[in-house]
């Protein structure tokens, strides 16, 4: 028997979907999803995705270090937003983060009712094949977009996973079959590719090439984060 | 100056996007607009489009013929749904038309504010684009979609009026980035592209691929219907 791989490319939409029946991976490439697997892969014990800026805030004096991003930048008061970078200092390890962005984190609170709720990216694209590729339930890739729009890497993301799993699968879902043909057709440089998305014209003004640069690398890490009582550890 | 070309790929994201300055050109490639196009350049005088199956019913008594289509099937009491086959009969020649359909007429009911709405199809894709070649204002592709979602060939027909119209213009939208993409891989074969399409395979159960083959191709016909007083007229 043939399994669904459904694409979601708005959080807008995801009611389109039923959740109640299978496996979410929720991703928002630049940078929120990226950013949690290279977090959680470099020592960092769990993650916390919150809606707000001041329930990161709060989240302090449980013992968390707080980070929250809005527009592509770090809210003041905060010591780092959603760079992958800052995820992976040495003074990260063994702590716990309270993050808030402004697309990623609201996605993920959207599915949180689903029974298996992935984070995926590029960076661990492989795993998250490998770790789908062994089991049988239908799946669906929830793009976090931009304010609630379509974006380009998210979607490209969602068509790597569509093209990675196809074979007795059928998506039989026009945003899977779309996502995974523009996959097929830009995968040799995902980078040049993501030049054309109005999200690098915004973030490359504020001086952030290199996170983006970083975040369309395929296969960085080997760890399949997972929403557990409401955090994403391994 | 170069202008905006936007797509909406979702009636369901369409306040994402300022209608207050531009050309709107609403697609359902299969059927609605398809349909609409082929009844105003074979002599139909008027198409009303109508949000509810009793609205159309109910304007027989000012001399529309009434049509409706819902789920891909022509409602019963109705003389004909969304074929564009249908309105292309002898006996429609001369004729005011009242039409609700799926998804067609109820996108066009959501950009009605906007100055200029057209009406698109890969049937008079050539026309419009000759239309909005000689305006300089900007342009959003409205796809009518299934229910909200996504769909292959609205989205093909977004891509093919993006590419159609690149130049100095910059779309810097991802949505219109992807779409013309895909159009340009797909514009070779574009029916054998629809048959991976979720509505393809609702729509072929039905026996109407006569009807999708039809759809497909490209400048069938020169018009370009717009939206006057509600109702789309050339």
Redesign the interface.
Known sequence: MSRKVEVC??P??VD?FDISNRIVVVTDVLRATSAMVAGLANGVTAIRPVETVEASAELRAQGYLAAAEREGQVVAGFDFGNSPYAFMKPEVNGQKIALTTTNGTRAIALVAAAPLVLIGAFVNLGAILNFLAHRNEDVLVLCSG???????ED?LFAGAIVAGLRGPEVS????G??TA??YE??KGDLFGAIQ????Y?RLAKMGIEEDIRFCMQRDVFSVVPMLRAGEIVL
Do not use: G, I, T
Request: aromatic content about 8%; some cysteine.
């Open positions: 490319l708005s807008r939409l389109r931009w304010k609630d729009n379509f974006n380009l979607s039989n879902c026009d945003a079959v779309a043909l523009l057709q830009l054309q998305s109005s999200h014209q």
